[in-house]
């Protein structure tokens, strides 16, 4: 019998159906964790970082961490520090030494300065747009007496213009309140830098139809006459996040090797050196603004995430090109370091252990977590091993993924293989880790397990994995999905008979899309996924509105049709359920409703669930709660045989 298998029934573990085993990990548990903590900011003994709440419908507030360890929440509701620059934001705030914490407000998307005394009111920075939150900040950065951003502009007519400015930490100082623009004329900007004695401003940039991780520019201009030079990249090499080593030499990641590592370039004309070439990422995709994968530590290393499923802490000198990885108690870290002098912040995870933020003294070796965003967790013995494995199609690939067994102390399955849900994850181009994730331990504790499918198109194994899926979305990452489904089957891992599907947004596509093209699974569940390429082309954001084309080619009727969920419909025969919050500016609900509507006119058992107030990916904890009830219940209702 496979390891994964439960184990014979004993008077201590009597044998329970699978899906239906006792758990101590309830919706509303799920629901409340996720504290999604981001970007945080050390300055000595003091750390800042953003902390969003699903327990106050998804507001996003900054927490400062004092020097003598006390922990103080600085935003209080209604204000919320939340950025709508590409619809996904990013960094939405900055620690102004001296002055306080300035932030992208949600409601109004305006600037404001929250004094460092922490009393009063936030002071608005920038002036009122004429379009409602028509003016927008990401990627925020305090240099001197301003702060630096990417400035998003909607206009009356629906142009968007996007530029990097700068804005007076003083309103009232002259020209105050406007911003000053540094740059613009590109379709994207990202990373603003400026370079130590402040001469110059380097960045990253883009165009349509490129998306951040297609082809890249990094361009540094001089402040003092506005003149600007490209210094590495193309419409084939991805350079991400500069940072300056001195005044006129540049750190940078760039894939141009196939993979995403870190290279050295002077900016005046200098060929780049690698400073740690290896098959492997230092990097993840920039769907937000604002990630930080590595640091300049104040002896000149370089503190590094580095690996492929997981990325791993480590120290680079730059000088001998040696990297030494930290011993620390977690398996992986987000790309959103912070520094200063020797001390070190990031938000850190194991497969048991919560992601947290976590300070570390790189000169006494003190591990310190500030705050975890699972404040009680289960009984270890509840929480699913994360094992990876890489699976062959039939056609020859190898195909990542991550396997979640069930695992319950109490009980044990009731004879046979468990069921499985192959979990398909949005972007396309976004990647699962083995981070704990309460959401799959709900599951796999109850009898269920999970396989956790990075497929073709997903970042972490190298530029040529993600290319993949160029022209090949509803192809590539189908096959890749049936193949995982059916690899458990000829494993013996899971009973063919009960293996369902699930995705959100571009994992929704998939989930639907497999649905439609194989038989190998008994259900699907969709969160607001993409059913139909034209009109999501038509209604999407502008941030991925090109991005159809590096998916599925140039706009063609048959070829969409041939490739979509909604054009394929007349193949699908088992059960699916949708869920789809009806603010959603990404993918809009009319994409859930028209594939539900297909599915009634055909008699296929469906079952539609819409979320008032809920946008791209939901943030509520009554509706993540309601959600996963009715996602729970849909699978008892395919698996309870």
């Not at 419409?235 to 090797?257: G, K, N």
Request: glycine content about 10%.
């Amino acid at each position: 019998m496979s390891p994964e298998q439960s184990a014979a029934p004993s008077p201590e573990r009597p044998a329970v159906p699978y899906s239906s085993w006792p758990s101590p990990i309830s919706t509303a548990d799920v629901a409340r964790s996720g504290l999604r903590l981001a970007f945080p900011t050390v300055l000595g003994e003091e750390v800042w970082w953003a902390e969003d709440r699903p327990s106050e419908g998804g507001r996003t507030t900054i927490v400062h961490r004092s020097a003598d360890g006390s922990r103080r929440e600085l935003l209080a509701a209604p204000w919320s520090a939340r950025s709508r620059v590409h619809e996904y934001g990013g960094r939405s705030y900055a620690v102004a030494p001296g002055r306080g914490v300035v932030f992208a407000n949600q409601a109004d998307q305006r600037l404001y300065l929250l004094p460092a005394t922490g009393d009063g009111e936030p002071c608005p920075l920038t002036p009122p747009p004429s379009v409602p939150a028509g003016v927008r900040y990401a990627d925020l950065v305090v240099h001197g007496e301003e702060v630096w951003a990417v400035c998003e502009r909607h206009h009356d007519d629906g142009k968007i213009v996007r530029s990097i400015v700068s804005v007076p930490l003083d309103p009232l100082a002259p020209g105050g309140g406007e911003p000053r623009e540094r740059v613009t004329g590109s379709d994207f900007y990202a990373a603003p830098a400026i370079s130590p004695d402040g001469e110059h401003l380097a960045y990253i940039c883009w165009n349509h139809p490129r998306m951040p991780w297609g082809g890249t520019e990094l361009r540094v201009t001089r402040l003092a006459d506005g003149h600007s030079w490209t210094v590495k990249g193309g419409s084939s090499e991805s350079v991400l996040a500069p940072r300056w080593r001195d005044d006129r030499h540049l750190y940078l990641i760039s894939d141009w090797s196939g993979w995403w590592n870190l290279y050295q370039i002077g900016i005046f004309g200098t060929s780049s050196q690698a400073l740690f070439p290896a098959e492997e990422e230092f990097a993840l995709p920039p769907w937000v603004l604002g990630t930080r994968p590595y640091e300049v530590l104040a002896d000149g290393r370089l503190a590094v995430l580095h690996g492929r499923e997981d990325l791993r802490l480590g120290l680079l000198d730059p000088e001998t090109g040696a990297l030494t990885d930290l011993d620390v108690p977690y398996d992986g870290w987000q790309p959103m370091l912070a520094a200063d002098g020797t001390t070190l912040a990031g938000v850190a995870y194991g497969a048991a252990v919560p992601s947290s933020v976590v300070r570390l003294d790189l000169v006494t070796g003190r591990v310190e977590a500030l705050r975890r965003d699972i404040e009680e967790l289960p009984d270890v013995a509840y929480l699913p091993r994360p094992r990876p494995v890489e699976i062959e199609t039939r056609l020859g690939r190898s195909v990542h993924a991550i396997v979640y067994p069930p695992a319950n102390p109490e009980v044990t399955g009731d004879g046979g293989p468990p069921p499985y849900v192959v979990f398909a994850h949005g972007g396309p181009t976004a990647h699962s880790s083995t981070a704990l994730d309460l959401e799959k331990a709900f599951f796999t504790s109850r009898g269920i397990g999970v396989i956790d499918v990075n497929y073709g198109g997903s970042s972490g194994y190298g530029r040529a994995y993600r290319e993949r899926l160029r022209g090949q979305w509803g192809i590539v990452d189908v096959e890749d999905v049936i193949a995982a489904a059916e690899w458990l089957a000829a494993e013996g891992l899971a009973d063919p008979a009960r293996i369902a599907i699930r995705g959100g947004s571009a994992g929704g596509w998939t989930a639907m899309a497999a649905c439609c093209a194989s038989t190998v699974f008994a259900g699907g569940v969709s969160y607001y996924g993409v059913s139909a390429l034209a009109p999501l082309a038509a209604a999407t954001h502008d941030f991925e509105s090109r991005y159809m084309e590096w998916l599925a080619g140039p706009p063609d009727p048959a070829v969409y049709a041939a490739r979509e969920p909604l054009g394929r419909v007349e193949g699908i025969t088992c059960p699916m359920l949708l869920m789809q919050g009806l603010d959603d500016p990404v993918v809009p609900a009319s994409q859930s409703e028209a594939f539900a509507a297909a599915l009634d006119a055909r008699g296929v058992p469906c079952t539609y669930l819409t979320f008032e107030g809920e946008s791209h990916g939901f943030r509520r904890t009554e509706t993540r709660s309601a959600a996963l009830a009715a996602e729970l219940a849909f699978y008892q209702q395919l698996f309870l045989l």
